[in-house]
């Protein structure tokens, strides 16, 4: 390392040289893990894309910029090329990374989708469950926007799933997110199609819906969670969605529908059947 200023240079970064630079990383925010895991997974499935972003160094060799990525190269144990510039003044790194993030739903939008926010937050949803095995806010997984649209690749028909969930969050007290994801675990279901399609257009007109009716309770349920402090999550929602799924799914009469997350005896995550 130079004190100057060098020209900007493209390198092949191999895991060693990775883990060499990193023993200048001697002043950086935080490590994020989930961050580091998401990078490496990008590179091991060759979705990471080179975009022109470089590792940074201060003049007296400090690494300014980058600690997440040479971290990711030593994880996924691949070599990745990148641009890297050498000989930056140290105060430099008060302004990396200062611009606003580009969300999934930006990357969405700059496509040309259709209601791309609420696209994102289905598609998010899935890829958590498909990395994990678990709901959102259960999960800490960051999925990448290469990993979501990965996911919006492999089921495309979340296109029309995010636009009726939409239709269907108007009329009642659940996220479309919510709507959205539980249409696309029970379409998974063998021979759930009709009932999909049944069960979420009653959720929508409350049509022919009597008290005791797994649907009147769910909706019911999830209007008075508003006013139960604690209980109108992520994991709360989806959970009981499930519950009515399960008893509409075995034709059962259902009373109030809850679900216990935590306590002295957390009630295990319902399947949809």
Not at 22 to 50: C, E, H, I, K
Not at 134 to 139: C, L, P, Y
Not at 245 to 259: C, I, K
Request: with cysteine.
């Amino acid at each position: 390392m130079t004190a100057e200023f060098q020209a900007p240079e493209v390198i092949e970064i191999t895991p060693e040289l990775a883990r060499e630079w990193l023993g200048f990383n001697t002043r950086n925010r935080p490590m994020r893990a989930r961050t580091v895991s998401a990078y490496a997974w990008d590179m091991l499935s060759g979705n990471w894309q080179w975009n022109g972003e470089s590792i940074k160094f201060a003049a007296d060799g400090t690494l300014l910029d980058g600690q997440h990525r040479l971290n990711a190269i030593t994880e996924a144990g691949i070599t990745v090329r990148m641009l890297v510039i050498r000989g930056l003044p140290g105060e430099t790194q008060d302004t990396v990374d200062g611009g606003v993030k580009r969300k999934f739903s930006d990357v969405l939008a700059l496509r040309g989708e259709r209601l791309a926010v609420g696209l994102a937050a289905l598609t998010r949803r899935v890829a958590i469950w498909e990395a994990t095995g678990m709901v959102a806010g259960r999960s800490a997984h960051a999925p990448t926007n290469s990993q979501m649209l990965q996911v919006l690749e492999k089921y495309p028909w979340l296109r029309e799933v995010a636009a009726s969930s939409a239709l269907t969050a108007a009329k009642c007290d659940l996220p479309a997110s919510i709507i959205g994801f539980c249409t696309w675990r029970f379409n998974g279901l063998p021979d759930a199609a009709d009932d999909v399609t049944f069960f979420f257009q009653r959720l929508a007109d409350f049509q022919g819906l009597t008290k005791g009716d797994p649907i009147y309770e769910l909706r019911k349920a999830s209007e008075s969670s508003r006013s139960v402090r604690g209980e109108r999550s992520e994991v709360y929602l989806t959970a009981i969605t499930i519950k009515a799924w399960n008893a509409y799914r075995d034709g059962r009469q259902v009373g109030l529908l809850t679900f216990k997350p935590g306590g002295a005896r957390p009630e295990k995550f319902p399947e949809p059947k």
